[in-house]
């Protein structure tokens, strides 16, 4: 079983940065991806960067070059640095891990992030 835990949202004004933490613990065998999600409550939850072992890092259109994802490779963490936000990025932000012998897709609770003046 593999625990999935978020972290680092909060608020914060347009042009500022936010860095989101996500922490994977537990059986972790096989890793295949590690990635961050995002919803707008209404709405489908979409991809916002992704990092998998065989085709690297890639992000969304709307975040490139504003957003950053990095890897702890010792400590099973991912992070989010996110830069120059924008009001349309507020949504609450998953992490979601594939692994496993059997594979398997775990996801975190979720971490709100609202961009407001």
């Known amino acids: 079983q593999v625990q999935v835990v978020e972290s680092g949202g909060g608020l914060v004004q347009p042009g500022g940065s936010l860095r989101l933490s996500c922490a994977a613990s537990?059986?972790?065998?096989?890793?295949?991806?590690m990635g961050w999600h995002r919803q707008i409550p209404g709405k489908e939850r979409e991809l916002v960067a992704l990092?998998?072992?065989?085709?690297?890092?890639k992000y969304t259109d709307s975040v490139k070059g504003r957003f950053t994802l990095s890897k702890d490779n010792f400590k099973n963490t991912m992070y989010l640095q996110m830069n120059n936000l924008k009001p349309e990025d507020t949504a609450v932000y998953y992490c979601?891990?594939?692994?496993?012998?059997?594979?398997?897709?775990?996801w975190g609770q979720g971490t709100q992030v609202t961009v407001s003046s």
């Open positions: 537990g059986s972790i065998f096989n890793l295949y991806s």
């Open positions: 990092f998998t072992t065989s085709n690297g890092t």
């Open positions: 979601k891990v594939v692994a496993g012998t059997v594979v398997r897709a775990y």
